[in-house]
């Protein structure tokens, strides 16, 4: 599948590590949540792409719906 951002289809995928945030003062008490996805990168223009897997989306999910309460 070609890249979304320049067409390019030199892309690679890598194991990923990242911490999501979420973002603003208000949550700074809010545990980081860790996923370990499959990341494709783009290798012209530097778009990643991944997909949160289910348990962490509850969590991101749950974490957002609890700020906005
Ligand atoms: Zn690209």
Do not use: Y
Request: net charge negative; glycine share 8%.
């Amino acid at each position: 599948m070609p890249c979304k951002s320049c067409r390019s289809v030199n892309q690679s995928k890598f194991s990923g590590e990242i911490g999501i945030h979420f973002p603003g003062l208000k949550n700074i008490d809010k545990p980081v949540v860790w996923v370990f996805p499959e990341v494709a990168v783009c290798l012209d223009c530097g778009t990643a792409e991944f997909a949160v897997p289910e348990a962490e989306l509850r969590l991101l999910a749950k974490g957002d719906a609890a700020s906005a309460g």
